[in-house]
């Protein structure tokens, strides 16, 4: 059954990146801070201590990809964060543009290996097949890409990665595929 299931999460996450090729068809105005309530409601996050400062952050896109961003950005604060660690989650807007912020205490990461995190099947540490799929992170940039947003992540000094991604501000709502 795990292995089924695995496959079945690997099906899925290539099925998004090859989706997130054609671009994107959906614009509808999401709240980052919506969706990170949302996906903190769904993960269990162990004896990790989480903090939201959650302010509103309005992009314009496909609400069920930048729910997958915004998960697949908690799930891997939680899952690469040390036993009793904690967790920074934030939303906000500035000059228009939203940004998201997921940061959290774990090992130590180099900057090398922060800018190599989002390719496809990369892991770090000796992560196994147990770990995932490898590819939660190139989703999250598959989609920013997708919404015009930036990502940066950076390692947090004495352990753990911050990332920031930052949306243009939002266009008006559209219907269909983009030209």
């Known amino acids: 059954r795990a292995a089924v299931d695995h496959a079945e999460h690997l ?6 990146l090859a989706r997130n090729e054609r671009g994107l068809a959906v614009h509808e105005e999401i709240d980052l ?9 769904t993960v269990a996050v162990g004896d ?13 896109g496909d609400p069920v990809l ?10 891997n604060a939680i899952r690469y964060n040390v036993s009793g660690g904690e967790i920074w989650i934030s939303t906000g ?5 939203s940004r998201l912020t997921v940061a959290n205490t774990g090992p130590v990461i180099s900057l090398a290996d922060a800018a190599r995190i989002f390719q496809p099947f990369q892991r770090l ?6 770990d995932g799929s490898g590819l939660g992170l190139a989703i999250v940039d598959s989609i920013a890409t997708i919404h015009g947003a930036t990502i940066d992540a950076r390692p947090r000094p004495g ?10 501000a ?8 983009t030209q």
């Open 11 to 16: 099906i899925g996450a290539l099925l998004i």
């Open 33 to 41: 801070a919506t969706a990170a309530e949302d996906a903190l409601d």
């Open 48 to 60: 990790r201590r989480v903090h939201a400062t959650l302010e509103p952050a309005v992009i314009s």
């Open 66 to 75: 930048a729910g997958h961003l915004v998960a697949n950005l908690v799930d």
């Open 93 to 97: 807007a500035d000059s228009g543009r």
């Open 125 to 130: 540490h000796g992560r196994t097949v147990q």
């Open 159 to 168: 352990g753990g990665l911050a990332v920031d991604v930052t949306f243009p």
């Open 170 to 177: 939002p266009d008006r709502l559209r219907t269909g595929p």
